[in-house]
């Protein structure tokens, strides 16, 4: 079964950091590009960053560019996202999924982990 997994996601006071880590089963995951999507509440889907199989090329939206950091291990089957100086727009439930392109098309992803920015 191909499958996702995130966590570390959590409550955090404005100007703090988190990061997320995802695992991935079932598929090869070296192959694959990798991206985050983000739903805040009453909001839709909104596309936060991805990253290619290939050269680690990477692209971020641009309210997060310059906080945000999308890292993967391919040994490890892992993705990773490192959020810096966040801020309570932020608050959203993170998701890891897999597919191309600076959109929120998606062919597998994950349960989700809530992020909550808040003093």
């Known amino acids: 079964e191909e499958k996702l997994v995130e966590s570390g996601g959590g409550l955090v006071q404005p100007g703090g950091s988190l990061r997320l880590s995802c695992a991935a089963f079932?598929?090869?995951?070296?192959?694959?590009?990798m991206k985050w999507v983000r739903q805040a509440p009453g909001k839709g889907l909104e596309w936060v960053s991805t990253?290619?199989?290939?050269?680690?090329?990477?692209n971020y939206a641009d309210s997060v560019q310059g906080r945000f950091t999308i890292s993967r291990d391919n040994v490890k089957k892992m993705l990773y996202l490192q959020m810096n100086s966040l801020k309570p727009e932020d608050t959203a439930v993170y998701y890891c999924?897999?597919?191309?392109?600076?959109?929120?098309?998606?062919?597998?992803r994950g349960q989700g982990t809530q992020v909550t920015v808040s003093s």
């Open positions: 079932g598929f090869t995951f070296s192959i694959y590009t």
């Open positions: 990253i290619t199989s290939g050269n680690g090329y990477t």
């Open positions: 999924a897999r597919g191309h392109g600076s959109s929120t098309l998606f062919d597998v």
